[in-house]
């Protein structure tokens, strides 16, 4: 079964950068909107940014200015670059896919903003 892959997280000092990256494991036909969530320890899950296939971005207030979300087609890949990363961010990202026959999730990869 196809399944969503993440990689880039890991542990990098406030006011660094890192680079997220999602692709599926094999060939889906469509996917519509792709995009990052993020889960920190205690709370819940909340969007960070998503792309639709035409390109429209939406981005949480928390991420503006500061992350970019970017997409290969057809591919299907997807990037976040976190910028200016701070305490705040440090969570699990994960990454989302909206096909048209189901909604897919990477498994993770955990970013940690500290000193």
């Known amino acids: 079964q196809v399944q969503l892959v993440e990689s880039g997280g890991g542990l990098v000092q406030p006011g660094g950068s890192l680079r997220l990256s999602c692709a599926p494991s094999?060939?889906?036909?469509?996917?519509?909107?792709m995009g990052w969530y993020r889960q920190a320890p205690g709370k819940e899950r909340e969007l960070v940014a998503t792309?639709?296939?035409?390109?429209?971005?939406n981005y949480a207030d928390s991420v503006k200015g500061r992350f970019t979300i970017s997409r290969l087609n057809p591919e299907n890949t997807i990037y976040l670059h976190m910028n200016s990363l701070k305490p705040e961010d440090t969570a699990v990202y994960s990454c989302?896919?909206?096909?048209?026959?189901?909604?897919?999730w990477g498994q993770g990869t955990q970013v940690t903003v500290s000193s």
């Open positions: 792309v639709t296939r035409g390109g429209t971005k």
């Open positions: 989302n896919a909206v096909t048209a026959t189901r909604v897919m």
């Open positions: 094999g060939t889906i036909l469509f996917i519509n909107t």
